[in-house]
């Protein structure tokens, strides 16, 4: 277990603030009245709705949907609602949300995984108070007071490994700043199958896994895909991706 730390540097802190109350908006069922007092919530809601317009336009029956790091299955159950007749996979490595998924949602194949850029088992930290800043490295953000943290024995896999020979439509990676890595170990399913992604992306959390904005950045294109945010604005240049004030979910699209 890691040295508890300090307060957060600002920058942080209001990283942390907006995705608190992005989790109060969502479990409330009510994000306009959340976002009407807090500006930061409203592009939390903008974002969520902008990838549940992708998933509607996209799934239909035949195609597949794959979401990875579902938590309590945020995102999964509108992909669900949008496109019932889809296939719909989904990754959890913790398991009491795995099974949380399995029970609201039986369509959904949903594997009590981790994935990365190569299989293997991990240790990964379970903030029992905050499981949404959960991951394969402990965000030192967070204090043993704010997140009560538990370490899991985690079965990792990869994409590749996971999904072989099946062309999902749509691919959803949230893991905390790790999606450099489960990208990684999608590569032959990106450049085989050319699905759109929706991932969450933001600098300060990559550096926790020794990634870039730079280094994604560079992966996609070398894959053919431009980036966009959700929500329509881009495609953003290398120098420009990360940067871009208050976006945290991003839609890459093959060129």
Known sequence: MRARRGPPAPVSARAFTRRCVGAIARRIGRPQLVGAMYPAARRVEDETLAATA??????????????????RGQLLREAVRVGPQARHVAFEPIPSLAAEIERALPVVDCRSLALGASPGRARFCHFTKLDGWSGLRRNPEISDEQGAPQYIDAEVSTLDEQLPGLGPAVVKVDVEG???????GGRGL???????????????????????SEALWDLL???????F???????????????????????ARPQ
Not at 221 to 227: N, R
């Open 54 to 71: 992708v998933l509607a336009a996209t799934l239909h029956a035949g195609s597949t949907y794959v979401d990875v790091g579902s938590n």
């Open 221 to 227: 294109s070398e894959l053919g895909y431009a980036i």
């Open 190 to 212: 990106l450049a085989g199958s050319r699905p759109l992604l929706i991932f969450e992306h933001v600098a300060e959390a990559a550096r926790i896994y020794d990634a870039t």
């Open 229 to 251: 945010a959700v929500t329509g604005e881009g495609p953003f240049a290398r120098d420009d991706f990360g940067r871009a004030g208050g976006v945290v979910n991003w839609l």
């Open 178 to 184: 790790a999606e450099l890595q489960v990208l990684e």
